[in-house]
C-alpha cells in the first residue's frame, strides 16, 4: 500500500510556472511507474504525463508538450511536475497516481492503483 501527498498547487496568471510535487511513502518509490492527471470542473479526470520506474521515459498529453515536464528522484521517493507557459485551461485539481509495474505510458485512471488528493492549480487570464 502506497500513500501519495501532492503539493505546491496554487494560483498563478497566466504565463508563469508552478512545480507540483508528489511524496509517495509505504513502499520502494522506484517500484512505481507514476503519472499525473487533472480535474476540471465538470469534466472528467484527464492524463497529463508519466515517467517510468527509473526516469527514463516518459509520455505527455500533447496539450501540454513542450511546457510541463515530469521528473522523479528515486532518492528523495518523490515526484515532480514544472508546469511553464501556464494557460487557464490548465486550471484544475492534479492528481498523482502510482502504479506496481513496469511503465506501458499507459493514460487510463484505471491503470493506476494508488492516487494522491489532489491539488488545485488555478491560472487567471
Known amino acids: 500500500q502506497a500513500q501519495l501527498v501532492e503539493s505546491g498547487g496554487g494560483l498563478v496568471q497566466a504565463g508563469g510556472s508552478l512545480r507540483l510535487s508528489c511524496a509517495v511513502s509505504?513502499?520502494?518509490?522506484?517500484?512505481?511507474?507514476m503519472g499525473w492527471f487533472r480535474q476540471a470542473p465538470g469534466k472528467e479526470r484527464e492524463f497529463v504525463a508519466t515517467?517510468?520506474?527509473?526516469?527514463?521515459?516518459?509520455r505527455y498529453v500533447d496539450s501540454v508538450k513542450g511546457r510541463f515536464t515530469i521528473s522523479r528522484d528515486n532518492n528523495k521517493n518523490t515526484m515532480y511536475l514544472q508546469m511553464n507557459s501556464l494557460k487557464p485551461e490548465d486550471t484544475a485539481v492534479y492528481y498523482c497516481?502510482?502504479?506496481?509495474?513496469?511503465?506501458?505510458?499507459?493514460?487510463?485512471?484505471?491503470?493506476?492503483?494508488?492516487w494522491g488528493q489532489g491539488t488545485q492549480v488555478t491560472v487567471s487570464s
Open positions: 509505504g513502499r520502494t518509490f522506484s517500484s512505481y511507474t
Open positions: 515517467i517510468s520506474r527509473s526516469g527514463g521515459t516518459t
Open positions: 497516481a502510482a502504479a506496481p509495474r513496469y511503465f506501458t505510458g499507459s493514460a487510463s485512471v484505471r491503470d493506476y492503483d494508488y
